[in-house]
């Protein structure tokens, strides 16, 4: 089974930082664009950052220029470095992946679509 599994989360101070990390696990054979959702109380999910396996990074217009994305060598893990948090930016992250290849034991190449994490809780307190 594949999993994204996010950490990093917690309660932070407006004008602090927190990082954020996603890991995929399980046979994953490759992974095209990873990213970085949120979704506030009462309001839609929304787009932080996604990182294609080449390398190109779009960020949402709310968190330019104060929040970096990055992935790992292996392309399995995902970084969200968050700077000059603001209290709007309280919200639970989710990752996500567009399209995970991998190795089911009994089903051979398998893909999963549009995959998500289970969310880490950020709280900025003003």
């Known amino acids: 089974q594949v999993q994204l599994v996010e950490s990093g989360g917690g309660l932070v101070q407006a004008g602090g930082s927190l990082r954020l990390s996603c890991a995929a696990s399980g046979s994953i054979l490759s992974i095209n664009t990873m990213g970085w959702y949120r979704q506030a109380p009462g309001k839609q999910r929304e787009l932080v950052a996604t990182?294609?396996?080449?390398?190109?990074?779009n960020y949402g217009d709310s968190v330019k220029g104060r929040f970096t994305m990055s992935r790992d060598s292996t392309k399995k893990m995902a970084l969200l470095q968050m700077n000059g948090l603001k209290p709007e930016d309280t919200a639970v992250y989710y990752c996500?992946?567009?399209?995970?290849?991998?190795?089911?034991?009994?089903?051979?190449?398998?893909?999963?679509?549009?995959?998500w994490g289970q969310g880490t809780q950020v709280t900025v307190s003003s």
């Open positions: 990182e294609t396996s080449g390398g190109t990074i």
């Open positions: 996500n992946t567009d399209t995970i290849l991998f190795n089911d034991p009994q089903l051979g190449v398998r893909k999963a679509v549009n995959y």
